[in-house]
Protein backbone atom coordinates (compact mmCIF):
# COMPACT_ATOMS: atom_id res chain seq x y z
CA UNK A 1 0.00 0.00 0.00
CA UNK A 2 1.50 3.59 -0.64
CA UNK A 3 0.27 6.01 1.19
CA UNK A 4 0.45 10.01 -0.34
CA UNK A 5 2.89 12.35 0.67
CA UNK A 6 1.41 15.69 2.19
CA UNK A 7 3.65 19.12 3.09
CA UNK A 8 2.13 22.10 4.28
CA UNK A 9 0.39 23.62 1.93
CA UNK A 10 0.06 20.93 -0.65
CA UNK A 11 -3.69 20.95 -2.23
CA UNK A 12 -4.92 17.77 -0.36
CA UNK A 13 -7.29 17.46 -2.99
CA UNK A 14 -10.98 16.58 -2.54
CA UNK A 15 -13.19 16.12 0.66
CA UNK A 16 -16.41 15.35 1.85
CA UNK A 17 -18.80 17.03 4.38
CA UNK A 18 -18.09 15.56 7.23
CA UNK A 19 -21.20 16.33 10.01
CA UNK A 20 -21.01 16.45 13.79
CA UNK A 21 -22.31 13.29 14.59
CA UNK A 22 -20.95 11.09 16.09
CA UNK A 23 -22.62 9.82 19.39
CA UNK A 24 -19.40 8.42 20.74
CA UNK A 25 -17.78 11.58 20.33
CA UNK A 26 -20.56 13.64 21.98
CA UNK A 27 -19.68 17.01 19.79
CA UNK A 28 -20.88 20.37 21.16
CA UNK A 29 -20.35 23.58 19.58
CA UNK A 30 -18.87 26.31 21.66
CA UNK A 31 -18.77 28.98 19.40
CA UNK A 32 -19.77 30.01 15.09
CA UNK A 33 -20.42 27.85 12.91
CA UNK A 34 -17.49 25.24 12.77
CA UNK A 35 -17.82 22.60 9.68
CA UNK A 36 -15.57 20.00 9.01
CA UNK A 37 -15.04 17.70 6.21
CA UNK A 38 -12.54 15.19 5.03
CA UNK A 39 -11.33 12.12 3.34
CA UNK A 40 -9.93 8.52 4.75
CA UNK A 41 -7.28 7.51 2.46
CA UNK A 42 -6.97 4.50 4.23
CA UNK A 43 -8.63 2.02 6.71
CA UNK A 44 -11.69 3.10 8.50
CA UNK A 45 -14.71 1.57 10.04
CA UNK A 46 -13.82 -1.82 10.62
CA UNK A 47 -10.24 -0.90 10.82
CA UNK A 48 -7.84 -0.56 13.82
CA UNK A 49 -6.22 2.28 12.22
CA UNK A 50 -7.17 4.85 9.80
CA UNK A 51 -5.30 7.63 8.02
CA UNK A 52 -6.25 10.60 6.23
CA UNK A 53 -7.62 14.24 5.57
CA UNK A 54 -9.32 16.55 8.17
CA UNK A 55 -10.77 20.29 7.82
CA UNK A 56 -12.56 23.01 10.30
CA UNK A 57 -13.79 26.10 9.33
CA UNK A 58 -13.66 28.75 12.07
CA UNK A 59 -15.45 28.22 15.15
CA UNK A 60 -14.63 26.63 18.49
CA UNK A 61 -16.27 22.80 19.60
CA UNK A 62 -15.66 20.27 22.01
CA UNK A 63 -15.59 16.74 21.76
CA UNK A 64 -14.09 13.01 22.75
CA UNK A 65 -11.45 12.21 20.28
CA UNK A 66 -11.87 8.75 18.75
CA UNK A 67 -8.72 6.42 18.92
CA UNK A 68 -5.14 7.83 19.60
CA UNK A 69 -4.23 9.98 17.07
CA UNK A 70 -1.22 11.76 15.52
CA UNK A 71 -1.66 14.48 13.39
CA UNK A 72 0.16 17.18 11.28
CA UNK A 73 -1.10 20.49 10.21
CA UNK A 74 -1.04 21.31 6.80
CA UNK A 75 -2.80 24.82 7.04
CA UNK A 76 -4.60 27.01 9.75
CA UNK A 77 -4.35 27.99 13.38
CA UNK A 78 -6.15 26.63 16.25
CA UNK A 79 -6.07 26.17 20.31
CA UNK A 80 -6.54 22.86 21.38
CA UNK A 81 -7.20 22.04 25.28
CA UNK A 82 -7.38 19.01 26.91
CA UNK A 83 -10.40 18.80 29.41
CA UNK A 84 -8.41 16.57 31.97
CA UNK A 85 -5.29 18.46 32.15
CA UNK A 86 -6.01 21.91 31.16
CA UNK A 87 -2.93 22.04 28.85
CA UNK A 88 -4.00 24.05 25.74
CA UNK A 89 -1.34 23.91 22.74
CA UNK A 90 -1.53 26.11 19.55
CA UNK A 91 -1.06 24.34 16.72
CA UNK A 92 0.04 25.73 13.30
CA UNK A 93 1.44 25.26 9.85
CA UNK A 94 3.89 22.57 10.29
CA UNK A 95 3.14 21.28 14.01
CA UNK A 96 2.49 17.68 14.69
CA UNK A 97 0.60 16.92 18.35
CA UNK A 98 -0.52 13.57 19.58
CA UNK A 99 -4.35 13.10 21.06
CA UNK A 100 -4.84 9.49 23.40
CA UNK A 101 -8.21 7.66 22.90
CA UNK A 102 -10.99 9.01 24.74
CA UNK A 103 -9.72 12.64 25.41
CA UNK A 104 -12.38 15.00 26.00
CA UNK A 105 -10.70 18.25 23.82
CA UNK A 106 -11.80 21.59 22.97
CA UNK A 107 -11.17 22.54 19.63
CA UNK A 108 -10.82 26.45 19.23
CA UNK A 109 -10.01 27.09 15.07
CA UNK A 110 -8.58 30.58 14.60
CA UNK A 111 -7.92 30.12 10.80
CA UNK A 112 -9.63 27.31 8.68
CA UNK A 113 -7.44 24.14 9.41
CA UNK A 114 -6.61 21.68 7.35
CA UNK A 115 -4.50 18.32 9.21
CA UNK A 116 -3.56 14.64 8.32
CA UNK A 117 -4.07 12.24 10.64
CA UNK A 118 -2.94 8.92 11.40
CA UNK A 119 -5.13 7.00 14.30
CA UNK A 120 -5.03 3.78 15.92
CA UNK A 121 -7.85 2.02 17.99
CA UNK A 122 -7.14 -1.22 19.51
CA UNK A 123 -11.05 -2.14 19.77
CA UNK A 124 -11.62 -0.68 15.95
CA UNK A 125 -13.44 2.01 14.49
Not at 10 to 32: K, M, Q
Not at 35 to 60: Q, Y
Request: glycine residues 12%.
Amino acid sequence: MTFPKYRPGDDVGPLEHWPFDNPASDYRIISGTPETSGRMDAGGSGHTTRFGIWRCTVGAFECTEQGDELMTILSGTCRLTDHATRQTVTLQTGDSYFVHDNTRVTWDVREELTKVFFGHKATGY
